[in-house]
């Protein structure tokens, strides 16, 4: 017996916790269409919002597709739904990243489930963090929820952290020369704060969310101002050893950056439930003579897709989201 497709209002609301997903400049790079007599919802990349010069590949879009994908399932799971998933259903299509068929029938996934009160927590945190250690039972709980979506995430030494260090102050030099890079920094990033009271910007990152400037360059945290000056900006001292995760795959085209988004978002669910607070870091990635020197040579990584902090500090203020009605299309 067939179940009946879901109602347009449940399908409403596992878009509107998939677009709580972090993407590259917090462009959100996705829309969904959701086909109610099949009971099957579509995510597609919104080619609109790409970004040429940190992202020419697209990878980061993908990966920020594939987090949105993983929330959706949290989503769906903590409704009592199986969701069945396939990864690129179109080779035609290159813009239709997946197809959920939400009408399934089964048990669902409770270890998703338990982390749905996570999606409306989880944010980047670009504040100092304590200087303290992460549990190895806090690390091994991350570390599988990587692999529960096919991907790798590995704590480097401090030999290899402070090269990873090295590698963002590198890019982050490069792009300082590079004005097509800084004007798309400029287009996402937003200096002026909000006015109170004032509905802003539903994309991109506010001001208020760059976090303060680095006193020194302990930690790998991505300079949003990009040297423009910051009303009301600060400057503070940051963790002199911090917790440093890679995140990556085997494999590296479009298939693995679907897969590496959802174990990335798995992991910062699982991390914001256990207490952390985590910023990601792809500076060193978006070249690519240097993103090899960011794997773990100890390790079996072989591509490296993100670079995370995780630490016990702050939340720090969330980024602004597009609204569902602007992403959903129901036919």
């Known amino acids: 017996m067939t179940a009946e497709p879901l109602a347009v209002s449940t399908a409403t609301a596992l878009v509107a916790d998939a677009v709580a997903a972090p993407s590259l400049g917090n462009a959100q790079p996705w829309t969904f269409r959701y086909l109610r007599e099949s009971g099957v919802l579509r995510l597609y990349a919104d080619l609109r919002r790409t970004l040429p010069h940190s992202d020419p590949e697209n990878r980061g879009l993908h990966l920020g597709c594939g987090a949105a994908l993983l ?113 798309e920094t400029a287009r996402w990033a937003h200096t002026e704060p909000a006015a109170p009271g004032a509905p802003g910007a539903s994309d991109g990152i506010p ?75 792809s500076q060193p990635l978006e070249w690519s003579e240097v993103r090899w020197a960011v794997r773990d040579p100890v390790s079996a990584m072989a591509y490296v897709q993100m670079v995370i902090r995780l630490g016990y500090g702050p939340e720090g203020p969330a980024s602004p989201r597009r609204p569902v009605a602007e992403v959903l299309d129901v036919v």
């Not at 423009?228 to 085997?250: K, S």
Request: aromatic share 4%.
């Open 71 to 183: 929330n959706l399932r949290v989503s769906a799971a903590a409704a009592g739904l199986v969701p069945d998933v396939r990864l690129l259903p179109d080779p035609a299509q290159p813009e239709l990243l997946a197809e959920v068929r939400l009408s399934g029938t089964g048990s669902p996934d409770a270890e998703l489930a338990v982390l749905h009160p996570a999606v409306p927590r989880r944010h980047s945190s670009r504040l100092p963090y304590r200087d303290e250690d992460i549990p190895a039972a806090v690390k091994e709980r991350l570390s599988d929820a990587a692999l529960a979506e096919g991907a790798q995430l590995v704590f480097p030494g401090a030999w290899h952290v402070r090269s990873v260090l090295e590698l963002v102050r590198d890019a982050e030099g490069r792009e300082a020369s590079d004005p097509a890079w800084r004007a």
């Open 207 to 281: 001001a208020e969310a760059f976090g303060p400037r680095q006193h020194g360059t302990s930690v790998p945290v991505r300079d949003f101002a990009a040297g423009r000056p910051v009303p009301g900006r600060g400057q503070a001292v940051f963790e002199q050893n911090p917790n440093i995760a890679l995140l990556g795959t085997v494999e590296d085209g479009p298939v693995d950056w679907l897969r590496a988004g959802q174990a990335l978002e798995r992991v910062l669910l699982r991390a914001t439930t256990d207490g952390l607070v985590a910023s990601l870091t």
